[in-house]
């Protein structure tokens, strides 16, 4: 059984869209792009090669991964490019793309049971990267295993959100943290089932 890690950058108000750069996601008049760069030091790039060190494989989107196969086999001299290159990309898409990023394959079919059964396979952790639509279907079919969610310090007030309307209520757990120089929360967190509530109120 493969474990699949969400791996995405939020705003304080849960804004995931177009965090790397002014051309990344401008659908819906997004004016913000390239939100996190700024923030970047010397922790984050540690915790980011440590989340690669180890041989994984990747799920993404349509639009991430075109945007990933444009850049990454021309930055070989970046950080994380290698594993990112050498790594099988499984791609969740409703057209049929012509994918000639090496090691890419196409999820034929439903996408949720495409994953599913990937799931069920021997083999390593699937890294999901940026790819909204995509999570909200992960999410949706209660696929996600983990999540590594990198929280930066400023609000957008608009733009697509990792939980976004119709996100099915559940309770996380927070496993792991750490805080940038920069003021960046770090957190990973795992699902704990559904939430329990209560109440202050007095007897």
């Keep these: 059984m493969r474990e699949l890690i969400v791996n995405t950058f939020l705003t304080l108000d849960g804004v995931m869209q177009a965090p790397g750069g002014p051309g990344e996601d ?13 923030y970047w030091d010397e922790e984050m790039g540690q915790v980011m090669g440590d989340a690669m ?8 989107g349509r639009k991430t991964y075109d945007i990933f196969a444009a850049y990454w086999p021309r930055a070989m001299d970046q950080p994380g490019a290698k594993p990112l290159n050498d790594a099988t990309k ?20 439903d996408a949720a049971e495409g994953i599913d059964a990937l799931k069920r396979e021997d083999g390593p952790e699937l890294q999901v990267h940026a790819s909204g639509n995509l999570i909200q279907t992960l999410i949706r079919h209660a696929l996600v295993d983990r999540y590594r969610l990198w929280l930066f310090p400023l609000v957008i007030g608009s733009g ?3 939980f976004s309307d119709g996100t099915i209520p559940s309770a996380l757990k927070l496993v792991e943290s750490k805080v940038s120089t ?5 957190g990973t967190y795992e699902p704990a089932g559904e939430i329990v509530t209560g109440s202050f109120a007095l007897d």
């Design 90 to 109: 499984y791609v969740a898409s409703r057209s049929q793309p012509t994918l000639e990023w090496s090691k890419s394959v196409l999820i034929e079919g």
């Design 26 to 38: 401008e659908s819906g008049g997004f004016t913000h792009g390239g939100w996190s760069v700024n």
């Design 160 to 162: 697509k959100r990792l």
């Design 53 to 60: 060190s180890s041989r994984f494989d990747l799920l993404l």
């Design 182 to 186: 920069t003021g960046v929360v770090i």
